[in-house]
């Protein structure tokens, strides 16, 4: 009797274990190339946050300068966080640059998938909107 509830209980943490990963998934699948928005005080456009299928982001943040970073994002082993990686160089492959703009390194970030609508990455909550973004094609300076 003991042996039979024991592995009851053991199919039970593999089906509970299974449908926990498999719903990190569908999280992160679900926000592929929506625009994810944290808000910021009225003067200041939101922060945004993209995350494309192809394992590349975006993130860009209003203020008095305008802060932006591109690369690609990994998914960790807890399938419950990706890890992201900003291409280096990559101001020198925009033609044009653009007034008061500064290219950030998010090399490590962590960016916890909370819900299907939220994310969170340095204690922000970004919120997803309602806009969908086409890629951007900005390519890897390193890459010949």
């Not at 199919?11 to 999280?27: D, P, T």
Request: charged letters at 30%.
């Amino acid at each position: 009797m003991y042996h039979i509830r024991k592995r009851k209980l053991l199919f039970l943490a593999v089906v509970l274990l299974a449908y926990s990963c498999n719903n990190k998934l569908k999280i992160l699948t679900s926000l592929y190339g929506k625009e994810l928005e944290a808000s910021q005080s009225h003067l200041f456009s939101p922060s945004k946050l993209i995350l494309y299928k192809d394992s590349t982001f975006e993130y860009s943040e209003g203020g008095p300068a305008l802060k932006y970073s591109k690369g690609v994002w990994i998914l960790n082993a807890d399938k419950k966080s990706v890890t992201l990686g900003s291409i280096k160089g990559i101001e020198q492959k925009i033609d044009k640059q653009l007034v008061d703009t500064v290219f950030i390194n998010l090399d490590g970030k962590i960016v916890k998938l909370r819900s299907k609508k939220k994310v969170e990455m340095n204690q922000t909550i970004f919120y997803m909107s309602n806009k969908r973004v086409d890629k951007a094609t900005i390519k890897n300076p390193n890459d010949k």
